[in-house]
């Protein structure tokens, strides 16, 4: 089993893109909602950053405060894939965006920036918003 994203690309600044973090090959042990899902982005030079985490629904979500009203998180338990719905888009939103799912860890756990062990961690979405 692994979660494979898709969706990156090249936009210009206002732009929008949804990235996709799909399960691929053996099923879930449970339900993708009972899963943390966290959306990651980290661009050359820059420090790992945490953009959006959600938790069993779209009560339980967070996002970090250069996304926040941009960028939507979101899950579909019957097609085993979490979204990132990404709009306005900035040239500082270029980056490579991983998803990171965690049976057990919770949003909270996922903020410290020491935390590298995730049950799994996609390979990547490249984003580049340029004109």
């Known amino acids: 089993l692994q979660f494979v994203e898709s969706g990156g690309g090249l936009v210009q600044p206002g732009e929008s893109l949804t990235l996709s973090c799909a399960a691929s090959?053996?099923?879930?042990?449970?339900?993708?909602?009972?899963?943390?899902v966290g959306w990651f982005r980290q661009a050359p030079g820059k420090a790992r950053e945490l953009v959006s985490c959600i938790k069993h629904n779209p009560d339980n979500t967070y996002y970090s405060e250069s996304v926040k009203g941009r960028f939507t998180i979101s899950g579909d338990n019957a097609k085993n894939t979490a979204y990132l719905q990404m709009n306005s888009l900035k040239p500082e939103d270029t980056a490579v965006y991983h998803c990171?799912?965690?049976?057990?860890?919770?949003?909270?756990?996922?903020?410290?920036?020491?935390?590298?062990?995730?049950?799994?961690w996609g390979q990547g979405a490249q984003v580049t918003v340029s004109s």
């Open positions: 090959g053996d099923p879930l042990d449970y339900p993708l909602d009972h899963y943390t």
């Open positions: 990171a799912v965690d049976l057990n860890l919770l949003c909270e756990d996922y903020k410290r920036p020491d935390l590298r062990a995730f049950d799994y």
